[in-house]
């Protein structure tokens, strides 16, 4: 399953806005590491026996990098990963990829959630305003893309959004 979803995944993330390039076993170790930590859940959405999407999450404990901007962060959950094979977009795949992770958040106790993206990912940022996130921090990241066959290591501004559940 690992594999199949890693595959999805690099996919995914190769196109535009992200343009991301990943070492080997990158991917595969992320994804297992994710379910490894406090509430980690991988969603699945599947069509005849194919994954065509996922959502991940933890706990946000872990993500020690952005731990100075909420306090009582141990009710707060991650949403670490959302992504759904091109030909199935438009179609309500995230939605409920979103939905069900939210309720798996809920059931464990979290209170709220917290969401990392890119200021050029606007599609996200309209889905969890509409869910009641604002956002609450910027930071500016150099990534390492591949863009027209060049890699190139560019600035991006990653948006952080904050929303109870
Ligand atoms: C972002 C992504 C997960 C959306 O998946 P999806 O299955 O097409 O989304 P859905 O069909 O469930 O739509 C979710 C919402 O986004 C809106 N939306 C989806 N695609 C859109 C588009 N191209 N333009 C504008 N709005 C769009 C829908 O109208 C819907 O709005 P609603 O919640 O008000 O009903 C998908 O485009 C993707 O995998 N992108 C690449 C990976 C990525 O950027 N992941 C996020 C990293 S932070």
Same mark, same amino acid.
């Given at each position: 399953m690992i594999i199949e979803l890693?595959?999805?995944?690099?996919?995914?993330?190769?196109?535009?806005?992200?343009?991301?390039?990943?070492?080997?076993?990158?991917?595969?170790e992320d994804l297992l590491s994710a379910l490894q930590k406090r509430d980690g859940v991988i969603v699945l959405a599947e069509k005849d026996g194919k994954i065509i999407g996922a959502s991940v999450g933890y706990a946000f404990i872990h993500r020690t990098d952005m731990s100075d901007l909420i306090e009582n962060s141990d009710r707060v959950y991650y949403y +670490?990963?959302?992504? @759904?094979?091109?030909?199935?977009?438009?179609? *309500?795949? %995230?939605?409920?990829?979103?939905? =069900? !992770?939210?309720?798996?958040?809920?059931?464990?106790?979290y209170l709220a959630a917290m969401v990392r993206t890119s200021v050029v990912q606007q599609i996200i940022q309209d889905i969890y305003s509409g869910r009641g996130f604002r956002v609450i +921090?910027?930071?500016? @990241?150099?990534?390492?893309?591949?863009?027209? *066959?060049? %890699?190139?290591?560019?600035?991006? =501004? !990653?948006?952080i959004m904050h929303g109870a559940l």
């Open positions: 890693s595959a999805l995944y690099r996919t995914c993330f190769a196109e535009s806005p992200w343009f991301e390039v990943f070492g080997s076993g990158e991917v595969e +670490a990963e959302l992504f @759904v094979q091109n030909q199935y977009r438009g179609l *309500g795949v %995230a939605n409920m990829l979103i939905a =069900e !992770r939210e309720k798996v958040a809920r059931q464990r106790g +921090a910027r930071q500016n @990241v150099m990534s390492d893309k591949v863009i027209d *066959g060049q %890699a190139v290591r560019v600035p991006d =501004e !990653r948006v």
